[in-house]
């Protein structure tokens, strides 16, 4: 059984920066793609970013490309999200998520959640 569990969230004002950790724990490695979703009030989850089990290799959602940094730390099984130049747009409820493969700008499958932390930016 694999859980995930995030951190980092908080109240930034715009322009700030926030790191998001993912803590995976797991029996056995099971996983191949971490995510990082958002959900705003009233809006639908969005994808933005994911990154490989090695590192190797990662990728974003235009609206966070060249702000957001996707990585990953395999001695301490956890991946980050670093989030530099915040805006009121990113406020949201932050997730990671588990996939058992890896897939080049993939979006979609990912089974296992984690429940969120939440991230405001102010204006």
């Known amino acids: 059984q694999v859980r995930l569990v995030e951190s980092g969230g908080g109240l930034v004002q715009a322009g700030g920066s926030l790191r998001l950790s993912c803590a995976v724990f797991?029996?056995?490695?099971?996983?191949?793609?971490i995510g990082w979703f958002r959900q705003a009030p009233g809006k639908e989850r969005e994808f933005v970013a994911a990154?490989?089990?090695?590192?190797?290799?990662?990728y974003y959602a235009d609206s966070v490309k060249g702000r957001f940094t996707i990585s990953v730390d395999n001695a301490k099984n956890t991946q980050y999200l670093q989030m530099n130049s915040l805006k009121p747009e990113d406020t949201a409820v932050y997730y990671c998520?588990?996939?058992?493969?890896?897939?080049?700008?993939?979006?979609?499958?990912?089974?296992?959640w984690g429940l969120g932390t939440q991230v405001t930016v102010s204006a």
């Open positions: 990154i490989s089990r090695t590192g190797g290799n990662s």
């Open positions: 797991e029996h056995s490695p099971t996983w191949d793609t």
């Open positions: 998520a588990a996939r058992n493969y890896f897939s080049n700008y993939d979006t979609g499958n990912f089974g296992i």
